[in-house]
């Protein structure tokens, strides 16, 4: 039987986790739950299976992880962290306009989801479960993107790039669901990257037009 | 075992059907199908329940429809049929105008997927079945939505309500796109209709900016 402790499952927003910070151990774990979730995806991936890849007892496993969805949300948010910081790194890049940077974001979101796919198939199958299921992880990605949305907005008010008399938290709300489509795991499977490529360029002009000053071109 | 013949599934647009036109029959068995999807899902009624419920044999039901996904099909499509009939008449009611028609047409698709899960929790299986495994009642929605977005563009662009320098097929593109949120069943489960009410009136309103002839006000 796993050891019980006081931390509720998914309560927090960092990934549930037992016992001491044995770091190198957690990394063992979670690189044998990478390869596989990789090789035979994440519903058939079961602690028996990541114990006997590291060769250990199930019960070592769960003095570190509560459970199976644990070690998924750190491979999750490590995932989306990845991506999550290069599209920060796209809202804060002072050498582009806050015009070229949203056009970027969507960019960006559709190759990096398109990448990790064809790197690695499986990965679609937790991406599915952790949406499905609401993991801590894809709050934080949510939010995460929220924060990228809301930097370019305040970055082109700022320049009077965008035009400011719409409220900001709307704007954002806007920005932030037609991105969606874009970010969502269960499109990349149903669309060609070359679609998905397009139909970003064609959201990313028509929200643009939206947000300019207007007399400015883009 | 089910007679065959020379209707590929899937094929056409139209559900895949087999022998005559009997058409009570034909309806006797949706009816029984809308019924048995309702209380049991999609997934768990088999061709065999339907047969029970109407006292045939299921032989005689595959006379009548090739497969259970026909039978889905033309309950689906009946569905998302009366969606977009209410959608296409918002786009061509020439007693608003273009930009409240827009604004209607992302209401209505909230407001009628909430009411159907309200009145229908388990057409949420069949919807996501659908979408998943790219039935032709999906692909036909999509079009009469594209027909929607392409209407009161047009509707727009010859009231001078909107600007017509931006290529309008990619106008139409990037707007059926930011509907996509609205109008995919894997969203309704996860988020309130009021939440999802006030995120199509951000949406909206940051498209409409960018649709509207400068110096017009909304």
Redesign the interface.
């Known amino acids: 039987m796993p050891k019980t402790n006081h931390q509720m499952p998914n309560s927090s927003e960092s990934p549930v986790t037992r016992g001491p910070a044995e770091h190198e151990r957690r990394t063992q774990i979670i690189e044998a739950a990478v390869r596989s979730f990789a090789i035979h995806g994440y519903q058939k991936t079961t602690i028996a299976d990541l114990a006997k890849a590291i060769g250990m007892s199930t019960a070592y496993i769960y003095k570190f992880f509560e459970s199976k969805q644990a070690i998924g949300e750190v491979v999750c948010a490590r995932t989306m962290g990845v991506t999550s910081a290069a599209l920060l790194a796209v809202a804060d890049d002072s050498s582009a306009s806050a015009c070229e940077r949203l056009s970027t974001v969507f960019e960006t979101l559709v190759e990096r989801g398109y990448d990790l796919l064809d790197i690695q198939p499986k990965l679609h199958e937790i991406a599915m479960a952790a949406?499905d299921e609401?993991w801590a992880s894809v709050r934080t990605y949510r939010a995460e993107l929220g924060e990228v949305v809301r930097r370019i907005v305040v970055a082109g008010r700022d320049s009077h790039e965008f035009?400011s008399s719409?409220a900001p938290a709307?704007?954002c709300?806007?920005?932030l669901?037609?991105l969606?489509?874009f970010s969502?795991p269960?499109?990349l499977r149903?669309t060609s990257r070359q679609d998905m490529l397009?139909?970003?360029?064609?959201?990313?002009?028509?929200?643009?037009?939206?947000?300019i000053l207007?007399g400015l071109k883009i």
Do not use: K, N, Y
Request: net charge neutral; glycine share 10%; hydrophobic share 55%.
């Open positions: 949406v609401g035009e719409a709307e704007v709300q806007g920005l669901a037609t969606i489509p969502h269960v499109f149903q397009q139909a970003a360029a064609a959201v990313s002009a028509l929200v643009l037009r939206g947000l207007r």
